[in-house]
């Protein structure tokens, strides 16, 4: 098997300044100041991995999921109708499943969130497996979501598989999971961030990974 396992959020959606904000607002909300840059430099985490750079643990403990299901609702309700996705998406994957490959999503955000998001995308009926933060324990930059894609894909030692996301967090959780990651850098981060976290070959954005497919590690050698 070939597969291609991709993030969404920053790699497949212009959502990462709308996540930031939700969460600063969200901070703000509880009485907590929080500066966007700072915020910004953490999406791609989950929450579980994001609220301890912000409050303690303890706090964390006993509002820790109030503040999380609040910013839920504040995305959904005021930011999420300003999603939209980066040029060249669906171009991409027709292209990549024209190549035989299969391909999965690993998000860390909640299974609801991921379903709208591919209906945002209008990928579905290309889409071969999802996973969620649902799916793991632990969410970027731990493996466990890249592990539950690659379960769900039925992955063995001698398939050939990439990941493809915007974060250092996606490169460093899928290299925990033995999966080399191609870098997209149109969720914000610096190319030298995600060299430095690993990726094998980094495209400015998914119109580019498609003209520069024949080249790209995705492609047939």
Known sequence: MRAVIFDI??????????HAR???????????????????????KGGDELMPVFLPQERIEREGKTIEAFRSDLFKQKFLPEVRPFPGV???FERIRA?????ALASSGKRPEVERYTEILKIGDLVDVATSSDDAERSKPHPDIFQAALTKLGAGRSDTIHAVGDTPYDAEAAG???VPTI???CGGFPEADLSAAGCVAIFRDPQD?????????????
């Open 90 to 92: 669906r171009a991409l």
């Open 22 to 44: 939700a969460w600063v607002e969200a901070f703000a909300h509880f009485g907590v100041e929080t500066d966007q840059g700072h915020v910004r430099s953490q999406i791609g």
């Open 183 to 185: 870098g997209v850098l």
């Open 176 to 178: 925990k999971a033995g």
């Open 9 to 18: 959020d920053g790699t497949l959606l212009d959502s990462v300044d709308l």
């Open 99 to 103: 190549d035989g490959l299969t391909i």
């Open 209 to 221: 990974l498609l003209d520069g497919y024949d080249r790209s590690p995705l492609a047939q050698r």
